[in-house]
């Protein structure tokens, strides 16, 4: 992955990347989609629906962190100083 260092171009570290950040969250999706048409009497799959759509959230979120100046905001918890 840090071959991009000696050839001078991040090509294949941003395909590694874009290709694992897709892969994970079309499959978080379609978790998320496969449950969320449940009965809601049905307590335990509530639960499932809640649990995958905050485990989709989550990294929605997490992504969007690292990938913006969010990621470096004075006041969170990830902030450091450099």
Same mark, same amino acid.
């Given at each position: 992955?840090?071959?991009?260092?000696?050839t001078?171009?991040?090509?294949?570290?941003?395909?590694? %990347? *874009?290709?694992?950040?897709?892969?994970?969250?079309? !499959? %978080?999706?379609?978790?998320? *989609? !496969?449950?969320? *048409?449940?009965?809601?009497?049905?307590?335990?799959?509530?639960?499932?629906?809640?649990?995958?759509?905050?485990?989709?959230?989550?990294?929605?979120?997490?992504?969007?962190? %690292?990938?913006?100046?969010?990621?470096?905001?004075?006041?969170?918890?990830? !902030?450091?100083?450099?």
């Amino acid at each position: 992955m840090t071959d991009w260092v000696e050839t001078g171009s991040p090509k294949e570290l941003v395909k590694f %990347l *874009n290709d694992s950040i897709r892969n994970r969250l079309h !499959s %978080l999706y379609m978790n998320v *989609n !496969s449950k969320k *048409n449940f009965n809601p009497n049905n307590i335990d799959a509530r639960r499932q629906y809640v649990n995958a759509y905050v485990q989709y959230v989550h990294f929605v979120e997490k992504v969007y962190q %690292l990938t913006t100046d969010d990621a470096h905001s004075e006041g969170t918890e990830d !902030s450091h100083s450099h």
